[in-house]
C-alpha cells in the first residue's frame, strides 16, 4: 500500500515501455521514420495515438502487443513543435547523441562516423518500439503502425530491425539478461506484478523516471515547456551495441587454465554468474536456482564486500549500479540511475565454437530517464569509462568499455590481486540517438499543433 506522501502516477498516461517489462519470450521490432512534412507528421500521429500503449492495463490477455513512441529533437522540429518549447529542452537532447562523442567515450570503432544509417543523422524523426508475445501477434501491432503512414507520401520509413529473445532467456554473451531495473515509487500494482523492491533497494522516487513527480531531490521537472508536453513523458538514451562473442571466449580461454576458471573469469567481469546468481551472493560457484530467483537474485549489496573479493570493484554490474558499495561517498546513486528495457537482436554463437561466424548479434537498449545528463550520461563518462571513483585510474568497464586490446582488469585477491592485460572491445556501438517519450495527453498536443484552435 502507498505510504501518504507518495504521488499516485498516472498509468494511463504513462507509455508502456517506460514502465513495464518486455513480455517473455519477446518478439518484437523497432522503426524508425522520417517527415518531412509537418502536417503529414501530426496526421500520422493522431491515426497511431490509439494504439500507444499506456502503462495501466498492458497485462490485458487480448492486446496483442505493444507500441512506444518517441521523438528526436529534429523529430519534433519536423512536427512544427513551436520554437520556445524546442529551446526549453536540454543542451543534450538538444545537441543529440552522436554531438556528445567526446563525453560518451565514442571514438576509434565506436565513433559516430561509424554508425549505421540513420543514426547521429538528422534524418532519424520518430523511433517506434514494437514488443509482441509472437510473431503473429507482432504482424498485427506492425500492419497497425504501417497504416498510420502508409498513403503518407512524406512520412517514411528509414530504418527497420528485428529483435527477439535467445534461448534461456539469455544475451548473446551466454548470461541470463534483464534481470535488474530499480523499483519506481507508486507504478508497481502488485496484483498484476511480481516485482517488488527489495530490502537493500528501496523504491527510487518516480521523478527521476518520469516528468511531473518529485525526485530524489524532492524537485519537479521544469522543463521543456509547456506542461502539457512534459507531464508524464522521459528521456530515452537508444544504444544499439554489436557483440563479439567469439572475441570473448577466446579472451577468456588464453587467460584460463580450466573450463572452470573460464566460468568465474566471465562472472568476474560481468558480476554474476550466467544463471544470473550475483557474486556478491554466490562468490565461488553458480547457484542456478539463485539465479532464477527473482526475490532473491537482486536482494544484495557490496558493503560487506568493500575490498571486491567477492564482486570485483570493476565488474560490469556493480559499476553500472554501485548500489551501497558508494554508501559514504559523496555520490547519491540514487540521482544516476535509469530503467533498461533490453533487447537482443540475431542469433546465438552455437555453444564452443571460438571463431566469428561473420552473423550480426548484440543487443538495443533504451536507458529511460528523465534527466540524460545525470542518469545515462553520467554512468557511461564516469562509472563505466573511468576507473578513478574506484581508485582504478583509467580501467574502464572490461565488458562494454571502449577498450581496443589495451584493456586492464583488476580482481582483487588475497594475498595477491590479479589483473588482466589486453582486453580487445567486445562491444561496439552501431548507433544511438537521445529522444524524447511523451505522456499519451502531450501525443495529442503535439498532434493538434497546427489546428486553427490549437
Known amino acids: 500500500m502507498l505510504k501518504p506522501s507518495t504521488p499516485a502516477l498516472d498509468v494511463s498516461d504513462i507509455q508502456a515501455t517506460v514502465l513495464r517489462p518486455r513480455p517473455s519470450p519477446y518478439v518484437g521490432e523497432y522503426v524508425v521514420l522520417r517527415i518531412d512534412d509537418a502536417a503529414q507528421g501530426r496526421e500520422m500521429l493522431r491515426r497511431i495515438i490509439p494504439h500507444v500503449a499506456p502503462a495501466d492495463e498492458w497485462w490485458v490477455p487480448s492486446l496483442p502487443g505493444w507500441l512506444g513512441i518517441a521523438f528526436t529533437y529534429q523529430g519534433l522540429k519536423a512536427l512544427g513543435l513551436p520554437q520556445a518549447s524546442l529551446d526549453s529542452f536540454p543542451i543534450e537532447f538538444r545537441q543529440g547523441m552522436a554531438a556528445r562523442a567526446a563525453i560518451l567515450h565514442d571514438f576509434g570503432g565506436n565513433a559516430p562516423s561509424n554508425w549505421e544509417y540513420p543514426f547521429g543523422n538528422s534524418e532519424m524523426h520518430v523511433a517506434l518500439a514494437v514488443y509482441s508475445d509472437n510473431e503473429q501477434h507482432l504482424g498485427e501491432v506492425l500492419e497497425r503502425a504501417r497504416q498510420s503512414h502508409h498513403d503518407l507520401a512524406h512520412v517514411s520509413v528509414v530504418y527497420r530491425m528485428r529483435f527477439n529473445e535467445l534461448p534461456g532467456g539469455r544475451n548473446p554473451f551466454g548470461f541470463r539478461d534483464g534481470l535488474h531495473n530499480p523499483h519506481v515509487e507508486g507504478s508497481v500494482a502488485e496484483e498484476h506484478i511480481a516485482l517488488v523492491a527489495t530490502a537493500s533497494e528501496p523504491p527510487i522516487k518516480a521523478g527521476e523516471f518520469v516528468m511531473g ?162 542518469q545515462f550520461e553520467f554512468v557511461q563518462s564516469q562509472w563505466a569509462t573511468d576507473g578513478n571513483f574506484i581508485s582504478h585510474g583509467t580501467e574502464q568497464d572490461p565488458v562494454i568499455g571502449n577498450n581496443d586490446g589495451e584493456g586492464v582488469f583488476t580482481i582483487p585477491k588475497v594475498p595477491v590481486r590479479r589483473r588482466l592485460h589486453g582486453l580487445p572491445s567486445f562491444v561496439s556501438v552501431r548507433g544511438g540517438e537521445y529522444c524524447f517519450m511523451p505522456g499519451l495527453r502531450a501525443l495529442q498536443w503535439i498532434a493538434r499543433l497546427g489546428d486553427d484552435t490549437g
Open 213 to 374: 513527480y518529485p525526485d530524489e531531490l524532492g524537485q519537479i521537472v521544469q522543463a521543456p515547456i509547456p506542461e502539457e508536453l512534459r507531464h508524464n513523458g522521459t528521456f530515452v538514451a537508444f544504444r544499439k551495441f554489436q557483440m563479439d562473442v567469439a572475441a570473448f571466449r577466446n579472451y577468456l580461454r588464453t587467460q584460463a587454465a580450466s573450463p572452470e576458471e573460464e566460468e568465474l573469469l566471465a562472472a568476474k567481469m560481468i558480476g554474476r554468474w550466467r544463471s544470473g546468481a550475483p557474486l556478491a551472493l554466490a562468490p565461488e560457484h553458480d547457484d542456478p536456482t539463485l539465479g532464477g530467483d527473482t526475490n532473491r537474485n537482486n536482494d544484495f549489496g557490496y558493503a560487506d564486500d568493500m575490498k571486491g573479493l567477492k564482486c570485483p570493484f570493476s565488474a560490469h554490474i556493480r559499476r553500472i549500479n554501485p548500489r551501497d558499495a558508494l554508501k559514504d561517498d559523496v555520490v547519491d546513486v540514487n540521482l544516476h540511475k535509469f530503467l533498461r528495457r533490453g533487447t537482443n537482436y540475431g542469433s546465438a554463437l552455437p555453444e564452443g565454437v571460438l571463431e566469428d561466424d561473420g552473423a550480426e548479434r548484440g543487443g538495443v537498449f533504451l536507458l529511460i530517464g528523465a534527466h540524460l545528463q545525470r
